[in-house]
Every structure is written in C-alpha cells, then in structure tokens.
C-alpha cells in the first residue's frame, strides 16, 4: 500500500514537471539573421500571470546600434510596431524606451553584453534573464532593430520563455 501511494505521488511530482517544462518556448537561430529590414521580430510568448524569459544574442561589433525590444500586445505599442509607414526609430520609441523596453545591445550600455574577441571578427554577446509580472494574459513580442543600418545582423540568438508555474 505504502508502494502504491509512493508512485502516486511520484507520478503527480513528474506530470507537474512535465507540464511546467512544456510551457516553455524555445526560439533559436544558430545560423544568426540577415534581416531584410533594419527591423525584425524575433519571437513571441504568452505570459499569463508571470514568468521568465533566458536571452542570448550575438551580434557583429561592426554592426550598428542595434537594439532590443520588449513589446506588449496593446493597441498603443503593436499597431505603430506593425505600421511599415514609420521610421525605425518612430517604432523603436513607441516601444516605451523610456519605460526600460529598449535596450542598446552593447557593453557600454547593458551589463549583460561583453566582447567576444574571434579570429576574423570582433562579436557582442548579451546574454540574461528577465523576469515578468503581467496582471492578465498578455502576448510578449522580442523584436531587433538597426536604425543606423538598412537591415539587421545577428551572428545568432536564442530565447527559452516560460510561465511560472501555479
């Protein structure tokens, strides 16, 4: 009997496991990104009361001011992001830079990025871990933008977003 209710419970311990693992999004590209735009989205999550997501990117040192965006899925940030009639940095400043959701990926501006010497070129890596507090379901966008460029460069990225649990 005591068996019986031991795997019971060792079962309900793995099925809540499972469950938590299997709310995470995992959004990678090791082969980087040749954007077309000086503008681009990365990845997209669903956060539904809180939650983490785990960044690196890696990018070229000689190329631009590139910038990380955080946008949330209300009509005021998603609308102007999606409108091709603004400039990059009219999208970029719509995503509330002064609210913390722009970071300028270079290690003079986040603690998160250092160099990374390599034999042909010179790369920045960024990498962290955010933590989120939403009040209600709410789609989280990651998006890069170049302004000083016509398109983006990145040597490559990886997110891994999750749900806390309960």
């Avoid at 419970?9 to 693992?21: C, G």
């Avoid at 040749?34 to 990018?59: D, M, P, Q």
């Amino acid at each position: 009997m005591a068996a019986h209710i031991f795997l019971s419970l060792l079962l309900a311990v793995l099925s809540v496991t499972t469950v938590i693992y299997t709310e995470g999004k995992v959004t990678e590209s090791r082969n980087g990104l040749h954007g077309k735009s000086n503008f681009e989205l990365l990845a997209r999550f669903c956060y539904e009361n809180s939650g983490t997501v785990n960044f690196t990117i890696v990018l070229p040192k000689a190329g631009g001011r590139v910038e990380f965006l955080f946008l949330y899925d209300s009509p005021a940030t998603w609308q102007s992001i999606r409108n091709n009639d603004l400039s990059c940095d009219q999208r970029v400043n719509d995503a509330f830079r002064e609210k913390g959701n722009v970071l300028e990926l270079t290690p003079q501006t986040y603690y998160a990025c250092h160099e990374t010497p390599g034999q042909e070129l010179t790369s920045i890596t960024c990498s962290t871990h955010v933590k989120f507090e939403v009040t209600w379901h709410r789609w989280w966008f990651f998006a890069v933008a170049n302004c000083d460029n016509s398109s983006v460069e990145l040597t490559s990225y990886s997110f891994h977003m999750q749900n806390s649990p309960g």
